[in-house]
């Protein structure tokens, strides 16, 4: 199995500062690359101090300038707010600054928020069609001469400008929940990544289930499978129950900014009061510790070897958390030295 770490610049109040937030995520990536990580993801979001991440090629390539060896991914390009034309330019021109380690995730987005701001009036089933007419042209516009007469895009013959790096381009990675994006990547010849949240490891058996049903419907395509979860090593059950409070918070917040309710001022949203987050039961911390990937290097490994068995190819350490960075660097160190030497 391979690993890779998911990480952004999150800011949950007015004291923190950017400038800051980003030396600690150069610090993460840094981290990966030396301890023999495959990949750094990082994604696209806009307006929200919750996930900093305007453009993540940006990011990227400012990640490139300070690791070696570690893949760079987008994780997730959100396909609406593109242009193709646009996307397979900007994505070739990452690849090209990072001497071809640019892999390439994307996703139809989420939050309604972001939506209302960037494309006033598309609904989720509009983003997801315009993610499967973009996705597929990237590969056509990256070997040129490229003319196409869609739904939403029409343009005469154009050719990605730079070419990539890596033959036939970045690798193209699908988020993938529902069975019809699943079919879609593996039918592209796309991998996956997919992502159960909170859902625990009910949610991870029906998300392999639908990949293995759409690569029984594609006979002979079987492209790469990545779990995304949220993930901490502890010290103790003490250090572990910890984590579980503060990732239980970081879903409450997660939770607003989904329902896209409560007011957002200088890219905060409200703050959530004891109350509101005691009232929440299914994003209590009893359900974390079940449900997430947290526990004592050995929990963890445990856990993940049952990943593995399902058939997952890739387990992506999700690190947004709303913790310091002390302790998502010691978690990170815990999770390099401890756990991963049990798949060599």
């Not at 800051?20 to 610090?27: F, H, K, N, T, W």
Request: net charge negative; proline share 5%; aromatic share 10%.
């Amino acid at each position: 199995m391979d690993f890779s770490l998911f990480a952004h610049m999150e800011r949950l109040s007015p004291e923190q500062d950017h400038a800051s937030l980003r030396e600690e995520l150069i610090g993460l990536a840094k981290m990966a690359d030396d301890g023999g990580m495959r990949a750094v993801w990082s994604g696209e979001h806009h307006g929200m101090d919750f996930t900093i991440a305007p453009n993540p090629f940006l990011t990227l390539v400012d990640l490139s300038q300070h690791t070696k060896n570690v893949r760079l991914g987008t994780g997730t390009i959100v396909a609406p707010f593109w242009h193709p034309i646009k996307l397979a330019g900007e994505a070739a021109a990452a690849d090209l600054i990072t001497e071809g380690r640019i892999e390439l995730g994307i996703a139809r987005g989420a939050y309604s928020y972001e939506y209302e701001r960037l494309m006033p009036g598309m609904d989720a089933m509009e983003a997801g069609s315009r993610m499967r007419e973009i996705t597929p042209l990237l590969r056509d516009l990256w070997a040129g001469d490229c003319a196409h007469d869609g739904t939403y895009f029409q343009f005469p013959t154009t050719t990605s400008a730079p070419k990539p790096v890596q033959t036939d381009g970045p690798p193209i990675w699908i988020a993938a929940r529902d069975i019809n994006s699943h079919t879609f990547g593996v039918n592209n010849g796309f991998n996956i990544q997919v992502t159960p949240l909170w859902q625990g490891i009910d949610e991870i058996k029906d998300l392999m289930s639908k990949f293995n049903e759409a690569c029984a419907a594609f006979e002979g395509q079987r492209p790469k499978i990545m779990l995304l979860h949220h993930t901490y090593v502890g010290v103790d059950a003490d250090d572990t129950a910890l984590a579980a409070k503060q990732l239980s918070k970081f879903y409450n917040y997660f939770g607003a900014w989904f329902q896209n309710r409560r007011p957002v001022s200088q890219g905060l949203i409200e703050t959530l009061s004891d109350n509101d987050l005691a009232a929440n039961n299914m994003m209590s911390a009893e359900n974390m510790m079940r449900d997430l990937t947290i526990g004592t290097a050995q929990e963890v490994i445990d856990q993940i070897k049952r990943y593995e068995d399902l058939g997952y190819d890739e387990y992506a350490f999700w690190i947004d958390s709303g913790m310091d960075f002390e302790r998502k660097r010691s978690s990170l160190s815990r999770f390099i030295d401890d756990v991963m030497p049990a798949f060599t």
